[in-house]
Every structure is written in structure tokens, then in C-alpha cells.
């Protein structure tokens, strides 16, 4: 039921890219994402809903493919304030559920 | 300012004690959820209410307990029943009409049984 992240960890220099990947084994209804900082609370960053609407972060961009129920980040020209753990959050079904299921996270580092 | 208190910061208790956990929003928000992380495990729900006087068990509910008295107010308390308590709690909440979507988080609490 928790839907699996990959990588679990990936290490980038400033200004490269990274691709981090949600997976389920259950029809999805949206995607949230979420970066958490060490000893901080998560941070909203974008949803992806079932029909294509995608709401969120200005500089960091998503996909969803509602038929393979993948989601996917893209974390362009990476900046070191984009370090942390990022999870995917999954609404399962038709919506309202009001309740998510989230993976395990993506350990996240940026080195100047 | 708005947003989710959650107290104290850091928590020691003695195995066999009965602890709670205090979580207060003032987002106005119906919808108030518990996460307990655990390194390497992401965020798991322990319990969520949707509307006062009422909630529903997460996915990891056994051994713990939860109210909903006042919308603002969603204590968790951790009994004696749970078998590994030392982790970090994550109190959550979110407007539940149409078009809100993100879950605003607390600090955390940081509870160590010994």
C-alpha cells in the first residue's frame, strides 16, 4: 500500500538535475509531494490530480501517469536549498479520502 | 499568526507510562491527522479526524488513542500498549473544501522511552 520511492538517496552538484520517482500499486487519485529538512516539518510543494491538473512550486516541476499510477519530480538547475528528504504522498481511489499514504523518501543532497 | 503548535519539542518518558501529545491549529482547518516517522520509513498515519467528535484509525492506530473535542485541538496519547513509542510525531491539518489540498505540518514532537 505505501507507494515506493527511487532513488533512496542521490548526491548532486549545484546546478545539475534529478528525477525522483513515486510508484503505487493502487489506482491513485493525486500525488502530493512533500521536501522535509532535517529536524523540520514537511513542506507542501505541488499536487498532481487525476485529469491532469498540477498545482504547486514554481521551480520545481511534476508528472503523473494515472494509467502506470507513477509519479515523477523533476528538480531542475538544483540549488542547495533543494537538499532534504522529499516524499510522495498518495490519495488511493476516487478522492476524498482526505488521507494520504506516503513512501519512504528521497534523501536529497546538494554540494556546492 | 496561523499555523500547527505542537508540545513540547522534545519528550522523555519512562516505559510503562501513559504519555499525550498536544496538537493545536488555529488554520480553522476540519481535517487533523498524527504521523509518527521513524528514520527510513517516511511519514505513517497513526489516526485522522475529518470533523469534531469523530476519527478514524490510520494504518499504525494499535497502542495509541486519540479525541476531538474542539476543532482546534487534536491530542494523541501514547499508552503503555505501544510496543516501540520512541519516534518522531508529526501533528498535520488541512481545509477540507474543494481546492485545499496541502497538508500543513507541525514542529514535531520528539518522544524517547526508556
Known amino acids: 500500500q505505501q507507494p515506493v520511492q527511487s532513488p533512496q538517496a542521490v548526491i548532486l552538484r549545484e546546478g545539475e538535475d534529478a528525477v525522483i520517482n513515486c510508484s503505487s500499486s493502487?489506482?491513485?487519485?493525486?500525488v502530493h509531494w512533500y521536501r522535509q529538512k532535517h529536524g523540520e516539518a514537511p513542506v507542501f510543494l505541488m499536487i498532481l490530480l487525476k485529469g491532469g491538473e498540477q498545482k504547486g512550486h514554481e521551480k520545481i516541476s511534476a508528472s503523473f501517469n494515472e494509467k502506470k499510477q507513477q509519479s515523477s519530480l523533476y528538480l531542475t538547475a538544483s540549488q542547495l536549498s533543494y537538499s532534504g528528504t522529499y516524499f510522495c504522498g498518495t490519495e488511493e481511489g476516487s478522492g476524498g479520502s482526505e488521507k494520504l499514504v506516503f513512501g519512504k523518501g528521497t534523501k536529497l543532497t546538494v554540494n556546492p | 499568526d496561523g499555523g500547527i503548535t505542537q508540545s513540547p519539542k522534545y519528550l522523555f518518558r519512562k516505559e510503562g507510562q501513559n504519555v499525550t501529545l498536544s496538537c493545536e491549529q488555529n488554520?480553522?482547518?476540519?481535517?487533523m491527522y498524527w504521523y509518527r516517522q521513524d528514520p527510513g520509513q517516511g511519514l505513517r498515519l497513526i489516526y485522522y479526524s475529518q470533523i469534531v467528535n469523530d476519527f478514524q484509525k490510520g494504518d499504525i492506530a494499535e497502542g495509541y488513542s486519540v479525541s476531538r473535542e474542539k476543532k482546534e485541538s487534536f491530542p494523541l496519547t501514547v499508552t503503555s500498549a505501544q510496543k516501540n513509542p520512541t519516534a518522531f510525531y508529526l501533528c498535520?491539518?488541512?481545509?477540507?473544501?474543494?481546492?485545499?489540498?496541502?497538508?500543513?505540518f507541525g514542529p514535531g514532537t520528539r518522544l524517547t522511552v526508556t
Open positions: 498535520a491539518s488541512k481545509g477540507v473544501q474543494v481546492g485545499a489540498d496541502e497538508q500543513y
Open positions: 493502487k489506482a491513485l487519485y493525486s
Open positions: 488554520l480553522n482547518h476540519d481535517a
